[in-house]
């Protein structure tokens, strides 16, 4: 099997024209994506229509998600995207011939459970692969067998791990996690209900306070919910993540493995005050009802966008690709009317929920004119810093780690199908790496956190080859001294990640076939994702819940009538989780059956 992929991947190398590193992709032309142009069902459905209920722009999850809910309570519904695929970042892409990779986001978990069950993913083609263990952390040290770190949902599994370095961080483990399930379950409820509309408390007829109020109770369960632990619950919130996992253990490798979930994403250090919930954020999800679990989606997560796309489609939605939009169009008074195209085509509607980010919608969709100015300087101020280098591997055989080598039939461990993070030895590599980015440097030894869906999901690559993701951090949007992320600096930087992998997995090198580089600029300019920032914006404190994207507008209504906002720039932020989507579709179904 090995043998079979070797000589394939020979084949590949010699077709890609890999003499030199950078040059390894510059022959393939890239397929078209793995959903088609168009998602709708016989006769007029097949073209686009002039006029609408509801015009949704980008067909990112959330946007997948707003139609498809607007569909089912029968408003006619369009969504336009305009890259060649659907998916947002939410995709899976054919990048070297024979492998396909989720090519920006990679792993599900934040989904939300009633999205799940009330479009009925599973019967539109959705198949989820839980990972069990789901965490491994090899060590570089100096002996002749490396310890490594390995986490499981066996609790006491889990906690012979731990002891390896810490006999009473093993003992504080199964009540830190107890600790934290309980400020999830508290928090959890926000997640499905726009934020409290602190201006219509004070506003409006005494029906419409009332009505206003009712907005308060997720707020209300979630703090009945902390109870007594508020103060311990609201210093996790607040703090740097160090000073909490100081708190509750004491060996380097646990407190950096845990803390990646505080940092990964964000420009922050393991010691920024507030990195505290962006761990929270990430173990906020499910799956198969197990809390905190993370899983591969099968066929990769485009898979994931077209179950979504199905579902809206079998509703009546009509979903098109390659369809830019220009600009939202307005009425004299001032309302959202529908949107025109970058082909000059005008497609009429009473409401437009944006899919794009706060950045894109408001400063160069939307008629400045329009707005607000105090609105567009908030949106302008929004912190869309990212620390993201997103590497996309191509290789003939698995990763052997110095720490878990491979069986002699080169089959997958257990340990392959998980988050395995490389240079976390300790919180201090960390925050080291993050030093180096904030003044304009790539880390010298980043973060990295590697994942190898096709061990899981063999469909994924060719026989005995397998895709590899590597999501890493720091690198700054802008580098020091003005200088260009240019193919050269590109290439540099993986390199120094692949230098890296080589010292934990001594062959990774000689393994890769092909490989696709995506810096911050890239993600910016692919994806639309702001400065490269897979949240649409920093999931600081300052920029969540009544901030998000600006105070006074966290509701999903804008500052123009019939225009929403629908992204992950919205309440309650990033992920794959299709809050925002959902949210706002019901804000603005609301407000379509009053017009």
């Known amino acids: 099997m090995a043998g079979h992929c070797r000589a394939m991947a020979a084949r590949l190398r010699a077709w890609l024209g890999m003499g030199c590193p950078s040059c390894w992709l510059r022959g393939w032309h890239r397929s078209p994506g793995l959903l088609g142009a168009r998602l709708a069902h016989g006769g007029a459905a097949d073209r686009l229509q002039q006029e609408y209920d509801a015009v949704v722009i980008g067909a990112g999850h959330n946007g997948l998600v707003a139609a498809a809910y607007l569909q089912r309570a ?154 007594w632990q508020l103060p311990r619950y609201y210093e996790v919130l607040t703090a740097p993540i160090s000073k909490i996992l100081d708190q509750w253990f004491e060996s380097e490798p646990l407190k950096a493995t845990l803390a990646t979930d505080a940092v990964i994403g964000a420009m922050a250090s393991p010691h920024t005050p507030g990195s505290g919930y962006v761990l929270l954020h990430h173990v906020m999800g499910e799956l198969e009802g197990r809390r905190g679990a993370w899983g591969y989606v099968a066929g990769g997560m485009g898979a994931l966008s077209q179950a979504i796309a199905c579902a809206a489609a079998a509703q009546g939605a009509h979903i098109f690709a390659e369809k830019a939009v220009c600009h939202v169009l307005l009425g004299r008074d001032g309302r959202a009317q529908g949107v025109a195209l970058q082909d000059g085509t005008e497609v009429r509607s009473k409401l437009v929920l944006s899919n794009a980010s706060p950045q894109i919608t408001f400063l160069e969709l939307t008629p400045q004119e329009q707005l ?54 300790g919180t201090h590599l960390l925050h080291q790496a ?80 092909g490989r696709d580089i995506l810096t911050p600029p890239d993600l910016e300019r692919i994806f639309g994702l702001p400065g490269g920032n897979i949240f649409h914006g920093g999931m600081s404190l300052d920029q969540l819940y009544f901030a998000r994207p600006a105070p006074s507008y966290s509701g999903y209504r804008s500052p123009v009538p019939g225009l929403y906002l629908c992204g992950s720039g919205a309440h309650p932020g990033g992920g794959v989780m299709g809050a925002a989507g959902r949210n706002a579709a019901r804000v603005a179904l609301e407000d379509f059956r009053r017009l």
């Not at 011939?97 to 069950?117: E, H, M, T």
């Not at 889990?158 to 483990?173: E, G, L, N, P, W």
């Open 74 to 227: 029968g408003v006619r519904t369009v969504v336009l995207e305009k890259r060649h695929v659907l998916g947002g970042a939410a995709v899976t892409e054919e990048i070297v011939p024979g492998f396909k990779f989720s090519r920006a986001s990679y792993l599900l978990s934040l989904l939300r459970p009633q999205i799940y069950a009330e479009l009925e993913l599973q019967q539109h083609g959705l198949r989820v692969l839980p990972r069990d263990p789901y965490s491994f952390t090899p060590l570089l040290e100096d002996r002749s067998s490396p310890r490594s770190l390995l986490l499981g949902h066996n609790m006491t599994q889990t906690q012979q791990q731990i002891a390896q370095f810490s006999q009473k961080d093993a003992q504080a483990y199964p009540e830190y996690e107890a600790f934290m399930g309980g400020l999830v379950l508290a928090l959890d409820p926000l997640l499905d209900a726009p934020p409290v509309d602190t201006a219509a408390l004070g506003q409006g007829s005494l029906l419409q306070r009332l009505r206003a109020l009712q907005a308060l109770r997720p707020l209300l369960r979630a703090g009945l919910a902390l109870g």
């Open 372 to 425: 607000p100015k105090d609105f567009i300087q908030r949106i302008r101020q929004v912190d869309t810093r990212s620390p993201v280098t997103k590497i996309n591997v191509a290789v003939d055989r698995l990763p052997s780690f110095l720490a878990a080598p491979n069986a002699r039939d080169g089959q997958p461990l257990p340990h392959h199908q998980c988050s395995i993070h490389l240079n976390c030895e």
């Open 434 to 513: 993050f030093t180096e980015a904030t003044h304009g440097h790539p880390s010298s030894r980043p973060m990295i956190e590697l994942c190898i869906p096709s061990v899981l999901d063999p469909g994924l690559a060719p026989q005995g080859c397998h895709v590899v993701s590597l999501f890493t951090q720091y690198t700054p949007f802008k580098l020091a001294g003005g200088q260009p992320w240019d193919e050269h600096a590109r290439n540099a930087y993986a390199d120094t990640v692949f230098d890296c992998i080589e010292a934990y997995a001594p062959g990774f090198k000689a393994s890769v076939i």
